[in-house]
């Protein structure tokens, strides 16, 4: 069966687009289209950018290139850390970054520099062959000056390393990346389920949406449990709005959603911990291979069908 794949943001936790892929294939899916935004974008275009044959192995040399070791002080000691001094393969303090608060520093645009995550990408993706290949794929990003989304497509252009450094480009802690005279940001911000783009041409391809924030779940009253609950519902209840505004009218669409009871806290998006990447891996296999077990019963959704849900 075709499939039009859709990934949203959630920087670590596209941990689990990653394992959702390999159930993809083993489910024998022909996936020809795929938008994605933020670390969507970079796991659409890694599996883009690889040979039909390489694909898993690529998404997991990427997850081993950017998981860490657990400090034993713990996760929260470790995504602090993250974010004081940096992601040793992605992204390294800049200068002077957080200190031009300090009186007669000179002002700055980002508290990190990404080098080193522009060379990954490099080094993992094959930009001929995503932009030559058989899957068709859009990344969005945000102009930050108009707040629209713009839908990078490589029908249309080729894409560029530069195209995911603007969707990866989370405000104040990265650098806006200029493309064609705009300035471009992360575009989880406002639209963090890329699907529009899936929806501009008719088709019977099953769509699968891949998002990485529950809409709901039980709340653990303590400052971590809402601090981490809040998070999930400003993505969640953005692609719940994304989802409602898209006509659905006669489309085959499932929303696959990392649920994952054990993780209530706050910084998961930022825990590149080896044990925790490969936990979301997991999941993502898991329900996605679940997902995908009853494929001759996913109905055309009528007019009044939201599709919402797994």
Known sequence: MEAWLCLAGGNALGAFHAGAWQAIEEAGMRV??????????????????SPPDRRNDTLRRFLSRVGQARPLTGRRSAVAGILAMGHPSMFVPSWPGIWEILPGMPADNALFRRDRMRRLFQELIDFDRLNNGAIELTVTALDAETGEIKAFRNSDAPLTVDHLMASTALPV????????????????????????????????????????????????????GVGCRAQELVFAGQSA?????????????????LADPEDGFTGKAFDFGHHRLEHR??????????????????????AEGSGVGG
């Open 32 to 49: 020809t289209r795929m938008s994605g935004a933020s670390i969507g974008a970079v796991v659409a275009a890694l599996i883009a950018g």
């Open 173 to 224: 802690l990265f650098q806006p990346v200029r493309i064609d005279g705009r300035y471009f940001l992360d575009p989880g911000t406002c639209e963090n389920l890329p699907l529009r783009p899936l929806l501009d041409r008719p088709g019977d391809a099953l769509i699968l949406a891949l998002d990485l924030y529950e809409l709901q779940k039980p709340l653990v009253p303590t400052m971590d």
């Open 241 to 257: 709005r994304i989802i409602a505004g898209c006509d659905l009218t006669n489309r085959r669409f499932r929303h696959v959603v």
């Open 281 to 302: 891996r997991q999941l993502g296999h898991d329900l996605m291979a679940e997902s995908l077990r009853d494929l001759a019963s996913v109905p055309l959704l009528a």
